[in-house]
Structure formats: C-alpha cells, structure tokens
C-alpha cells in the first residue's frame, strides 16, 4: 500500500489519525494468522523433540535385538607377548587355545649390484615386467629415465607393482637398489622380473626364479609365512595378522614364542556388552517419558499448556510403547523384565533397574535373557513393531506432522490473499479519504467566500 502523509492537512479533519486506526485493525485481523502460524510450528518443533526421543530409543532396542549383544566374546591372552588377541563383534565362540608362534611372517627384499652413479642413464629407454608368487604381473615403463632414480620413481608411483623401491649409498660411493614387496608372505613375493632395454639396465634389474626354487639376478631375501601352532594343528599365514585360523578371531603376531612355553587364548562370553545394552535402553526409555511429560504438562495453577498438552498423538504413542514393554514374554527362568531386573513406577512410567539381578541373570540364564529380549515375543521385536506403527512412512508421527506442515502451508496462502486483500481495502480507503479531503476542501473555500459575499451585501446596505 502506497504511504499515507500529511493526510488532512487541508481540510483539518483527522483523516490520518483515522486511517492509521483502519490500518491498526486490519493488521489485528491478519496476526491471527502469524498466532495460528505460531501455533502449528510450535506443535511441529515440539513432535521433533518427540521423535528425537522415540529415535534414540528405537536405536537402543535394536541393539538388544542384535546377536552379537548377546553372544559377545571377549578374549584373554596369558603365557607371554608373542601375540594379542582381537576378537571380532560376532563369529567368535567360547573355548581355549594352546598356541605356539614358530615363525613371523616377513617381506622378501632384492638387492641390485653396486652402481656408482645413481643419476646415471641404464640405457635411452626401457621397461620391465614384475611377475609375483601368486601370478600377478605388471609392466612398469621407466619412460625415458633409466637410471636408480628413474626406477624407483616408476615402481613408488605404481600403486599395483606389488613392490616398493629405495636407493641405499654405502658411503664408499656404491648405489643399491632395494626392492622390498609390499606385503609379507611368500605368495606377496617377486617371482620373476623380466626386463626390456640396455644389458646395463638388466644387470640391474633381472631376477628369476627356477622351478627348484633357486634364484639368480638380484640378492634375493626371501619371504617367510608366519606359522603358528594352535592346539596341535598348524596354521600357515602370508600376514603376522591372522584372521581365519579361529573364527570370529583375529592373532596378532609379534615374537616368537620359546620352546615348551606356548601362549594361552581364552574366549568366554563378555555380559557387559548385552548389559550396557539393557542400561542404555533403559536410559533412552526414561528419557522418552519425561521428554513425553515436559512436553504434555499442564499447569492448573497458572492454567498454561505445553505444546502437546491433551493432544492424542502422543498419549497414543505411549501407550505403544508401555504395551510393547508390557507384552514381553520369555521362557525359563527368566520370563519377565522383572526377572532381568527391569520395573515400572507406575506413578512416573520410569524404569527402575536392579543391576545386581542383571547381572546373575546374563551370568546364569544366558538363554533365557536371550529369548527375553530377542525372541518373537521378546523386547527387540515387541518395540520393532510399535516403531513401524510410530515412526514409519505411514506412521502415526509423520501423518500428524505432515499434516501440520500442510496446515501451515494452507495457512500461508490464505494469509497472503487475506493481506492483498487488505492492502487493497486499505488503498481504496485512502483514495476516499484523498476524495474527502479535497471535497471538505472546496466546501471551505465556498464557505469562506459566501462568507465574503454576505459580509460585503451587510455593508453596502446599510
């Protein structure tokens, strides 16, 4: 709308007054749209929190779902250093291990004869194929530069060469080149380097291996597998990290073990995962309740509401989530959460939990806490299912905020008709008052001048 000044000044009426009092009305009517605005996005920000809540729970119970919670193995290694233990989240079983380490896996290296000139060119062009043990061959082009430095250059920029390369200087003005495979073991090994180019470049770089296993070229030191021993049968490994020999287990070798002193690896069931699993489940279930009571609570006192005071979505969705804690059932001795150690306040809907009790139960009833928590009956599955129901594409959650975003957008588009309707009211009001402005005008200047005209016809006949 056009700005209204000095509206009135002519006819001295209190035009501007009036129309800023129109104008005052008109915005009264239109924040009833920013209050409702105000209203739906509140509700919004507030189911957020709701799901935030229901998320963190969600996550929690389905860690209790989870096997390898249940089934967690912890492993324990006695008898000396010459190996650690990393155990796997699942594939791991209890039980014990006798394991010698008789031998560390090592990276083969080769050694060219002496070179005098390390810059110096083997020859104007040249390339070489590396064939490894396990049969891999790649090409490297030494493009153009044949010297130490060039081929070097070439294998440390050739991800795939299987080899890393180094000069060594004696001190005494000889240059070696060192290849040393990138990966330990015997199949990781260079088998045969067959070169292309100047002899120079050969003598440098040839080596072979015969089907005796005799090597010729390069100094050859060789690669070893590691070998360790594991109650009587022996494992062979291309790495010191042996990851296949015990399952769900991993051995990392480190030294030697000494005759007659093996290293003792024990696997036994580890309950503080499944019981910190129960512990942040219940830590997440009470947070949802109070975050469900801050935001529902009512003040009868100061008679003021929270967002989602009274509103059915929420009261619904607890009550999914209670019946889904309600509805576990077990088998054996641990039957109920009670019998986890897990209790209601029905006063504050928090969890109450007995450690103590949980603990003897995950220790003495593995199975049964087992089928408690992560049978068809149990607590993963009980609240799988309430969460479908809750937080879902169709879930009861997203229908209500979608609806809101759909209320708030409906809401905008009226608000914008309802202001240009306005502004257009508010317009043609000024034009009127313009109109009437000059008109109150006219009638003074007319007034005045009859005034005039009265005065003077009094005069002249007296």
């Known amino acids: 709308m056009a700005s209204i000044t000095n509206l009135g000044s002519v006819s001295g009426l209190p035009l501007e007054e009036t129309l800023k009092k129109l104008q005052d009305a008109e915005d009264k009517k239109l924040s009833i749209y920013t209050t409702r605005a105000q209203s739906y996005q509140t509700r919004i920000d507030a189911y957020a929190q709701l799901q935030s809540a229901l998320e963190a729970l969600q996550k929690s119970a389905g860690v209790l779902g989870k096997t390898e919670t249940m089934a967690a193995i912890k492993g324990s290694v006695t008898g000396g250093t010459a190996l650690t233990a990393s155990v796997a989240a699942e594939g791991a079983v209890a039980g014990q291990y006798t394991i010698y380490v008789n031998n560390l896996a090592r990276a083969q290296s080769l050694q060219s004869g002496a070179v005098a000139d390390r810059t110096a060119k083997n020859g104007d062009t040249g390339s070489f194929e590396v064939e490894l043990a396990d049969g891999t061959k790649r090409t490297i082009d030494l493009k153009g530069d044949t010297s130490l430095n060039g081929i070097v250059k070439a294998i440390n920029a050739d991800d795939k060469s299987g080899l890393r390369a180094t000069v060594i200087n004696d001190g005494n003005g000889n240059n070696y080149l060192m290849l040393t495979a990138k990966d330990t073991g015997v199949q990781a090994s260079v088998k045969n380097i067959t070169v292309t180019g100047d002899q120079s470049l050969k003598d440098i770089l040839t080596f072979s291996t015969a089907a005796d296993g005799t090597t010729s070229g390069m100094a050859n030191n060789k690669a070893e597998d590691a070998e360790v021993v594991i109650n009587g049968i022996t494992v062979k490994s291309g790495s010191n990290n042996v990851s296949k020999a015990i399952d769900g287990v991993t051995l990392n070798l480190t030294e030697k073990t000494e005759a007659g002193k093996p290293i003792t ?27 469900i009571k801050n935001l529902t609570a009512f003040d009868a006192k100061a008679a003021t509401n929270q967002p989602l005071t009274g509103d059915g979505t929420t009261r619904s ?68 299912t309430a969460f479908k129901d809750v937080l879902g594409s169709t879930g009861s959650l997203k229908t209500r905020t979608d609806g809101l975003a759909k209320s708030m957008s409906d809401l905008d588009a009226q608000q914008k008709r309802a202001k240009a309707a306005s502004d257009a009211e508010m317009d043609q009001m000024r034009t009127r008052f313009v109109a009437l402005d000059k008109y109150v005008s006219q009638l003074a200047v007319t007034g005045n001048y009859l005034t005039q005209q009265f005065a003077a016809m009094n005069k002249s006949s007296k």
Do not use: H
């Not at 690896?265 to 975050?291: G, P, R």
């Not at 209670?322 to 641990?334: C, I, K, P, S, Y």
């Not at 809907?349 to 089928?371: F, H, I, M, S, Y």
């Open 317 to 384: 969705i607890q009550s999914s989530v209670t019946n889904a804690l309600q509805a576990v059932l077990g088998e054996g001795t641990v039957r109920s959460l009670a019998d986890l150690g897990i209790t209601t306040d029905p006063l504050t809907r928090q969890l109450k939990l007995d450690q103590t009790k949980l603990d003897k139960a995950l220790t003495e009833n593995p199975g049964d806490v087992t089928k408690l928590l992560t049978g068809s009956s149990g607590l993963a599955k009980n609240f799988e």
């Open 265 to 291: 690896l024990k696997l036994e069931a580890d309950t503080s995962v499944a019981s910190k699993a129960v512990q942040d489940f219940v830590k997440t279930y009470n947070a949802l309740q109070t975050t």
